[in-house]
């Protein structure tokens, strides 16, 4: 168990599975630098930015619910959880002040563009899911994604493989903040559209990348004169 201090923020995790070294550089030097795709991510998130809530039918809809988890010391901010009747056994779903009955929640996170590859949103959400089971002791199988493009929702089950996934990366941020190094670069496709790629230079500070051979290679190539000038 975490205590409140140790908490660490649930969207470092997909940066963290999206590219250890933005993570790096991001949470640990504090590098950030917006381009067009984060700044439409922003603009998408403004809608539920103010904390709220309101009825669709018979969903109540909470916005931007504040969370947390001991277990995993993970903090954070669910743009929407709403909140179903629930059908099921006392464990899928939670009592509501005010309200009568049980009531299963079901996270809903808003993104820009379109589905990613890999897992890096599908981490976040799961994190979001296991601080509401931990907060509201209940079992949350599924959740949920709109992306503004093609602006249609994309659920997500957390199954047994992705909750041990999301359990594991947020033990490896942990280790990662506290040694406080940040992972050398690693050029990839996706470096192209990364908010900080001038800030991480990933072509001319890779792994194979150094300062003492680049010398040595313009020494041997003639370029490189030690003599002072007449």
């Given at each position: 168990?975490?205590?409140?201090?140790?908490?660490?923020?649930?969207?470092?995790l997909?940066?963290?599975e999206?590219?250890p070294?933005?993570?790096a550089?991001?949470?640990?030097?504090?590098?950030?630098?917006?381009?067009?795709?984060?700044?439409?991510?922003?603009?998408?998130?403004?809608?539920?930015?103010?904390?709220?809530?309101?009825?669709?039918?018979?969903?109540?809809?909470?916005?931007?619910?504040?969370?947390?988890?001991?277990?995993?010391?993970?903090?954070?901010?669910?743009?929407?959880?709403?909140?179903?009747?629930?059908?099921?056994?006392?464990?899928?779903?939670?009592?509501?002040?005010?309200?009568?009955?049980?009531?299963?929640?079901?996270?809903?996170?808003?993104?820009?563009?379109?589905?990613?590859?890999?897992?890096?949103?599908?981490?976040?959400?799961?994190?979001?899911?296991?601080?509401?089971?931990?907060?509201?002791?209940?079992?949350?199988?599924?959740?949920?994604?709109?992306?503004?493009?093609?602006?249609?929702?994309?659920?997500?089950?957390?199954?047994?493989?992705?909750?041990?996934k999301?359990?594991?990366?947020?033990?490896?941020?942990?280790?990662?903040?506290?040694?406080?190094?940040?992972?050398?670069?690693?050029?990839?496709?996706?470096?192209?559209?990364?908010?900080?790629?001038?800030?991480?230079?990933?072509?001319?500070?890779?792994?194979?990348?150094?300062?003492?051979?680049?010398?040595?290679?313009?020494?041997?190539?003639?370029?490189?004169?030690?003599?002072?000038?007449?």
């Open positions: 168990m975490f205590s409140e201090d140790e908490l660490l923020p649930i969207s470092a997909q940066h963290l999206f590219c070294r933005q993570w550089l991001m949470y640990l030097e504090n590098v950030w630098d917006e381009n067009e795709l984060t700044a439409q991510g922003r603009i998408l998130h403004e809608s539920t930015d103010q904390p709220s809530h309101k009825w669709q039918g018979d969903v109540l809809v909470a916005r931007s619910v504040r969370l947390r988890s001991l277990r995993l010391g993970l903090t954070g901010i669910a743009d929407v959880v709403e909140f179903h009747p629930a059908t099921g056994t006392m464990d899928q779903g939670t009592t509501l002040p005010g309200l009568d009955g049980l009531w299963s929640p079901y996270p809903v996170e808003y993104k820009r563009g379109r589905p990613k590859l890999g897992l890096c949103d599908e981490v976040q959400l799961c994190a979001q899911a296991l601080c509401l089971e931990e907060m509201l002791s209940v079992t949350i199988s599924s959740g949920a994604f709109f992306y503004g493009q093609p602006r249609r929702r994309y659920e997500v089950t957390f199954d047994s493989s992705l909750c041990r999301t359990e594991t990366l947020s033990s490896r941020l942990h280790q990662l903040t506290s040694t406080g190094e940040t992972p050398p670069a690693c050029y990839t496709r996706r470096c192209r559209s990364c908010s900080i790629y001038d800030w991480c230079r990933p072509k001319s500070v890779g792994r194979r990348k150094s300062a003492r051979r680049y010398l040595e290679r313009i020494y041997h190539s003639g370029e490189f004169n030690m003599e002072p000038e007449s």
